[in-house]
């Protein structure tokens, strides 16, 4: 069976790699802070001195990293990606980023004669947890037909998009919508509240209409409780809205809507949320501190 490598053990890529091993799958994992490697240790998982040695032992390596710098610092840094590559071995980049980074990283791989792909997935924590994530894949097609085993164990559906930059457009264009939808759905709760309206009330109206969705059931509930308990951080959604914009502004796209939500957000990391879940971003809207 082929010998995975996973980089990056966040939230996400925690989960991710457990099921990984959890399949059978034999695994060797690194993380800049190696304390998070223990837990997949002890599910059967190996663990590897630095980047560089887990793309030197494995066959195909995945990395879930939080942003364009930590995705560019692993792969070019001293004992990276980079310096493990040889020609044959593969690199899958789970990591939302912008389609120059994601160019970036597959250019460098390629000239090593290494095979790229990058695979930016959608969902938070939960559906990491569950493998239900969906995973939006672009680049070299036979890798990921060769990956598809993989992605099968961590998502319920995974898309070929064409060449590299589809699939890190395509990451950014939902988790804009979702920052947008976000961002009004707090605004419609806290409007409701100041009127004087009982917010289960909203919930369950909205909840039986064309506005119903998965998001909203989820996260509705906790908002009111002012649990904002962290699935997908905050800081990651302002992220990955510049980012969105950015592209906005590259293809000469007028971006309203999502450029409102981004300045919601900015508000809200101002404030101290942005290591809070995403849904915290109410808070900027009552005006209220955690």
Known sequence: MTEYGFIGLGIMGSAMAANLVKAGFGVTVWNRSADKCAPLVALGARQATSAKEVVAGCSITFAMLSDPAAAEAVCFAPDGVLEGLKAGKAYVDLSTVDEACS??????????????????????????????????????????????????????????????GQGARMKLLVNMVMGGMMAIFSEGLALGEKGGLDPGAILEVLSQGALANPMFALKGPNMLEENFSTHFPLKHMQKDLRLAIGLGDSLAQPLCSASAANETFKRARAMGLEDFDFSAVIQAIRQKRE
């Open 103 to 164: 160019r970036r990283i597959s250019d460098a791989v390629t000239e090593r004669g290494g095979r790229f792909l990058e695979a930016p997935v959608s969902g938070s924590k939960k559906p990491a947890e569950d493998g239900t994530l969906i995973i939006l894949a672009a680049g070299d097609r036979g890798l990921y037909d060769e990956v598809k085993a993989a992605f099968d164990c961590m998502g319920k559906a995974s898309h070929f998009l064409g060449e590299v």
